[in-house]
Nanobody, 126 residues
């Protein structure tokens, strides 16, 4: 079972990137999926979460209005569209699955997530 994050890279401030998180080995169609990030010397923080049905989303305060999370359960893939990127968005971005299937509501605590992928580096230059 693996979650493979991809799409990171180097981009100038104001630019955009689209991250993908592909699941292999099992389906997570009944699990909320989350994107988290961790910058050097900082704690892991929530970026965005999408409910298992795709009907509910939650964003970290620092990315609201700039990032959009979506999912395609047929492709077992979750996306993170990142717009208007800022240097402070620089971090390793991870995707993970809510450990509780069919959860009512959304949890933002990373400790409630499992199956962490290896992460993808996003670097935003000023």
């Amino acid at each position: 079972v693996q979650l493979q994050a991809s799409g990171g890279g180097l981009v100038q401030a104001g630019g955009s990137l689209r991250l993908s998180c592909a699941a292999s080995g099992r389906t997570f169609s009944n699990n909320a999926m989350g994107w988290f990030r961790q910058a050097p010397g900082k704690e892991r923080e929530i970026v965005a979460v999408i409910g298992w049905s795709g009907g509910r989303t939650h964003y970290g305060d620092s990315v609201k209005g700039r990032f959009i999370i979506s999912r395609d359960n047929a492709k077992s893939t979750v996306y993170l569209q990142m717009n208007s990127l800022k240097p402070e968005d620089t971090a390793v971005y991870y995707c993970a699955a809510d450990r509780a299937p069919l959860r009512i509501g959304i949890v933002s605590n990373f400790k409630e997530y499992d199956y962490w992928g290896q992460g993808t580096q996003v670097t935003v230059s000023s």
